[in-house]
């Protein structure tokens, strides 16, 4: 089958369209034959840091093509998308069948290829902590509200009843962000950036979704007490600076998660709660993927480019059936 994997290089790797050996599937797994890949950081931090031959690609969308003797929940023919140990940018993919959520007819099967890593980060960063029924009320602070995470993150915390504030750096940011449904934006850019946030919020806030973990201290700064704030994903960075004492003032607390180093069981239990407590909201069209950008996989390191920029809005798609030799 063909492939986008990674060409070792002695300064930086790359990628490149290469045939590659079809995978095999076990007796728990299924075979997917990928319509559509999404683009996430984890594909940056893998090109960058893997050895020769590695196929990239955390989430993807699909029809199932094949399945394992003991897999009796999934059938040939089957709508899919699925968290992935890796193996996305390629023709077809081997997935443990615990890993797949599954997509009706009205759902467009390329944009849903961008749902599964974002609704398992945010169903971990905000209700797998909480009983949802206990969140309802509360205000949310979500940053990057034009991102893949969080348009759908403004989606679902409106579903469950919170209320929203949308940090935003780009200049049509508040008119998208309040299409997404957020009840509050702000220019995360700005100097007065906390200020903003507390002055229309009129209290402080009660979570705080920080995908980057770029801007922790302004974070806790509008927080109230005993706020939580959760970051997804260090986006490669290995350290960030902490203000203990602000931490303690508030009795703030800090907490993240990275779902790729999850093993197979706690991750198959992730995607189990996603697919009884969040996958109704898709299934109902109440969270809806948002895609701007969509190449063929052979684009891949356009793509990657693109998403370093962090400008696009909703996540970025890279599409199998225009694979071209």
Not at 49 to 69: K, M, N, Q, Y
Request: aromatic residues 8%.
């Amino acid at each position: 089958m063909e492939a986008m994997v990674v060409k070792k290089k002695w300064f930086s790797n790359s990628l490149e369209h290469r045939k590659v050996i079809l995978p095999e599937i076990k007796d728990n797994e299924v075979m997917i034959k990928v319509c559509a890949v999404g683009v996430n950081w984890g594909d940056i931090i893998d090109v960058v840091t893997s050895d020769d031959g590695l196929c990239p690609g955390l989430e993807c969308s699909g029809i199932i093509e094949a399945v394992g003797r003991n897999v009796i929940s999934w059938k040939i023919g089957q709508r899919v998308c699925a968290i992935l140990q890796g193996g996305g940018y390629a023709e077809k993919v081997d997935v443990p069948a615990d890993f797949l959520l599954p997509l009706p007819d009205d759902i467009n099967l390329a944009d849903a290829a961008g749902l599964p890593f974002a609704s398992c980060s945010i169903w971990l960063a905000l209700f797998k902590m909480h009983d949802p029924k206990t969140l309802r009320g509360k205000t949310v602070l979500i940053r990057e509200g034009t991102s893949g995470v969080g348009a759908l993150a403004i989606q679902f915390a409106k579903y469950m009843g919170l209320r929203v504030i949308a940090a935003t750096g780009r200049r049509d940011g508040f008119y998208i962000c309040r299409g997404f449904g957020a009840d509050i934006c702000v220019n995360h850019k700005s100097r007065d950036f906390v200020w903003d946030v507390l002055v229309e919020n009129e209290a402080d806030v009660d979570f705080v979704i920080d995908y980057g973990a770029s801007d922790l201290r302004r974070n806790f700064e509008c927080c109230g007490s005993r706020g939580k704030v959760v970051i997804i994903d260090l986006h490669g960075r290995d350290h960030t600076r902490i203000d203990l004492a602000l931490l303690q003032k508030n009795q703030a607390e800090i907490k993240a998660f990275d779902l790729r180093s999850r093993d197979l069981d706690d991750k198959a239990s992730v995607i189990a709660e996603v697919r009884t407590h969040f996958w109704p909201a898709v299934l109902r069209k109440k969270v809806v993927p948002q895609v701007e950008y969509r190449f063929p996989v052979t684009k891949a390191p356009k793509a990657l480019k693109l998403l370093k920029k962090n400008g696009s809005i909703g996540k970025i798609i890279l599409c199998m059936s225009q694979f071209q030799s």
